[in-house]
């Protein structure tokens, strides 16, 4: 068993109808390079359904999102020759892995699929027609005896049954990361008008306990008598059944009570 080699390839893929659309410009380090085709299904396509890529042809794959591509051009595989299939380095380096089988089997006919995975932090953009894959072709010591006609002979485009087994939003690393990143914004947010409301209300439980401190110093009135003046002062309130006192200035009278009359002195002076 051996790989073709670039004259092999050009020879071969000229004289035999292998690969559509055959260009030699595209045979690279005994490789051919294959383009992306119109088709492709994206999980975070929120319709679950497949897309088509029109103009300016740009599909972006999002980070940490599975794609199903699907190649523009039509291959016949001999049944004497296997292919092996990947994606190019520039594609790889920014994350692009393939996910879906490395080989096409002898006498495979069709358009070739591949399950792409954006294992990178950023999205990746494809492009309608751009060279994306690789194909690589080898000979087997004698043909494929059954040659391949399984489920995928002759498939044209992305099925239904693609859709219905990749459909659905994954949850990848990097966005689960950005959730987390925006609970704990969240977090912090509750946690400040949480405090906010605790301080509220211990500001108007200290405001509400000063007014009625404030109440309670207006039910006292004491009043100091002194020759020739009367002074009257607001104090705080004595208990109904509290004695009053007297002080050296004067009485403390409760507020409401009759305002005692000055006693009288008559004092004779003897010359």
């Not at 051009?73 to 892995?97: A, H, N």
């Not at 006498?107 to 194909?135: D, H």
Request: net charge neutral.
């Amino acid at each position: 068993m051996a790989f073709w080699s670039n004259q092999t390839l050009l020879k071969r893929l000229k004289d035999e109808p292998i690969i559509s659309d055959f260009d030699p410009a595209r045979v690279k380090y005994c490789a051919y390079e294959l383009s992306l085709g119109t088709d492709a299904l994206l999980t975070s396509n929120v319709k679950n359904k497949k897309e088509l890529i029109e103009a300016p042809g740009q599909l972006p794959i999002p980070s940490g999102q599975f794609a199903v591509l699907i190649t523009k051009e039509i291959l016949k595989v001999p049944d004497s020759v296997i292919g092996l299939i990947s994606i190019k380095f520039g594609q790889k380096f920014r994350g692009l892995v393939n996910i879906s089988g490395f080989h096409v089997d002898p006498g495979f006919e069709g358009r070739l699929k591949f399950s792409v995975y954006n294992a990178g932090a950023q999205s990746i953009t494809l492009s309608k027609g751009e060279p994306v894959f690789l194909i690589f072709f080898s000979d087997l010591d004698r043909p494929a005896d059954p040659p391949y006609r399984g489920e995928h002979q002759n498939q044209l485009d992305i099925s239904s049954k693609d859709v219905m087994e990749i459909q659905g939003r994954l949850a990848s690393p990097h966005v689960l990361d950005d959730r987390v990143k925006k609970l704990e914004h969240s977090m912090v947010v509750l946690q400040a008008l949480i405090m906010g409301g605790i301080l509220l209300v211990v500001g108007l439980e200290i405001k509400s306990c000063a007014d009625k401190g404030s109440d309670s110093q207006k039910g006292l009135v004491q009043i100091n008598m002194t020759p020739g003046s009367l002074i009257v002062t607001q104090g705080a309130l004595l208990p109904t059944a509290m004695p009053i006192t007297t002080t050296s200035s004067g009485p403390q009278i409760p507020l409401g009570s009759p305002t005692p009359k000055p006693a009288s002195t008559n004092r004779s002076v003897t010359p």
